[in-house]
Each structure stands twice: as structure tokens, then as C-alpha cells.
């Protein structure tokens, strides 16, 4: 689910990209925010980070006694990114193992969809492995899949989202 959130976040910049000329300063900030919001990923509560959509304020600067840096308050919104269970979703294909198959979905790619949660489907091993069902329907790289997401957890060293889905129930699986 896409999710439109308010921030605020402690911009700091060193001494020396520091300009009296108030734009320049302001232009000096937002490059900073837009960079380390870049470098962030994720978190566990908004999930993964996909760009600043507007910067509402920045606060006065506080000098930081250690660094010599500016500290700068920044209000911004974002959107973000978050697979929710219960969710229904498309992803595609880009690896197939004997035990399920990986998808990308968004910005997300680890998302597992097991073979025990793919009703009727077997695996063709070979050179191009594949999933496929008695109703013809073939599960391969680069096909695009309607799932449910089962669960889904946040890993915290990796700042990225692992995700178990499945395509049992009506309407999920291969659309394309």
C-alpha cells in the first residue's frame, strides 16, 4: 500500500556548505534531506521510502559544539511503500526454485511464494524452470502474479521487508 506520511527530520551540514545567501542555504538543505532520505531504504513502521513529495518547513539552525555543523529541523512529506497482510497485490517472477518462487513487487524483492501455497501447481525442472497447473497456467520468470500477502516482516540489518505470499483463493495468480 502507498502511504502518504509527514516527517520531520534533524538535517545537519557541515560548516563549510554553509552560505550566507538564504536559497543557496535552503537548496544546500534539501539536497541533504533528499540524500540521506535516499540512504535510509526503510523502517519498520512506514515501510520503504520512495521519494519526498514537499518540504513544508525548515527550522532555525542550531550550531552542534562537537562537529561545528548546523542542525536544521525539516518538515516534509513523503510516500512511501508497505505490503500489509490481507493485501491483495501484483508482483513479478524473477527467480524460481523447486520450493517456490521469488517476486519483485514495487520496491520490495523478497517476496516468497511457496510451492505449498500454489494449489495444483507443480514444478518442471530444467534449463527455464517452471510452475504449472492443470489448467494450463504457467508460472515462469518475468510473469506478473496477483497475490495475497500472508505476512511480512522488517529486517532491521538489511533496512528491507521479507514477504510470504500466496495465490490460493479467487482471482490470484499468473495475469499475464
Known amino acids: 500500500m502507498y ?4 516527517m520531520t527530520w534533524n538535517v545537519v551540514l557541515p560548516a563549510e556548505n554553509l552560505d550566507i545567501k538564504g536559497l543557496m542555504l535552503q537548496k544546500a538543505i534539501i539536497t541533504r534531506l533528499m540524500s540521506e532520505f535516499a540512504a535510509k531504504k ?4 512506514l515501510g520503504y521510502f520512495l521519494t519526498v513529495t514537499t518540504v513544508g518547513s525548515i527550522g532555525e539552525g542550531k550550531v552542534r559544539q562537537e562537529s561545528g ?7 516534509f512529506s513523503c510516500l512511501t511503500f ?3 497482510v490481507g493485501e491483495v497485490l501484483e508482483g513479478v ?5 523447486n520450493k ?5 513487487c ?3 524483492r523478497n517476496v516468497f511464494l511457496s510451492h505449498t501455497m500454489m494449489k495444483d501447481y507443480r514444478f518442471v525442472p530444467g534449463e527455464n524452470p517452471y510452475f504449472t497447473s492443470p489448467k494450463s497456467s504457467k508460472i515462469e520468470k518475468g510473469v506478473a502474479v496477483r497475490f495475497v500477502v500472508l505476512g511480512q516482516k522488517f529486517v532491521e540489518a538489511e533496512k528491507d521487508f521479507q ?8 482471482y490470484l495468480g499468473p495475469i499475464s
Do not use: E, H, Q, W
Request: aromatic content about 8%; proline content about 5%.
Open 93 to 97: 517472477v524473477y527467480t524460481i526454485i
Open 100 to 104: 517456490g518462487v521469488f517476486l519483485r
Open 163 to 170: 514477504a510470504l505470499v500466496s495465490i490460493n483463493g479467487d
Open 3 to 6: 502511504v502518504k506520511s509527514k
Open 42 to 45: 526503510a523502517s519498520k513502521d
Open 106 to 108: 514495487g520496491p520490495a
Open 82 to 84: 508497505k505490503m500489509l
Open 69 to 75: 555543523g548546523v542542525l536544521f529541523p525539516v518538515d
